[in-house]
Nanobody, 128 residues
Framework: QVQLVESGGGLVQAGGSLRLSCAASGPTSGSGSYAMAWFRQVAGKEREFVAAIRWRSGHIYYSDSVKGRFTISRDKPKLTVFLQMNSLQPEDTGVYYC???????????????????WGQGSQVTVSS
């Protein structure tokens, strides 16, 4: 059973930056299909895709809403994925979740329903 533990998040003013971390433990896969991702959710809405990274190749994918402001990266030896968030805006407020799946295909990377493992969630609040 893969476990994902998130850290980071908090309160920041608009224009500021925050960094989220997600450490994986357990039987993580070295397959080419293994991916980790970040989603966010606000009350009453569905979980929204933010960014994803293929663990082995390092290929990266972003939602249009965060492209150019957020950066996803990984530390392979530490089994940790990061989300550096710059130029934060109030609409970025939400609970951010780390996700992982060993067999997810390219067309499903932005679909929260396709991920098998989830972190506990980290609150990010951006004040105007």
């Amino acid at each position: 059973q893969v476990q994902l533990v998130e850290s980071g998040g908090g309160l920041v003013q608009a224009g500021g930056s925050l960094r989220l971390s997600c450490a994986a433990s357990g039987p993580t896969s070295g397959s080419g299909s293994y991916a980790m991702a970040w989603f966010r959710q606000v009350a009453g809405k569905e979980r929204e895709f933010v960014a994803a990274i293929r663990w082995r190749s390092g290929h990266i994918y972003y939602s249009d809403s965060v492209k150019g402001r957020f950066t996803i990266s990984r530390d392979k030896p530490k089994l940790t994925v990061f989300l550096q968030m710059n130029s934060l805006q109030p609409e970025d407020t939400g609970v951010y979740y780390c996700a992982a799946d060993p067999t997810i295909i390219l067309s499903s990377l932005s679909d929260a329903r396709q991920y098998s493992y989830w972190g506990q969630g980290s609150q990010v609040t951006v004040s105007s």
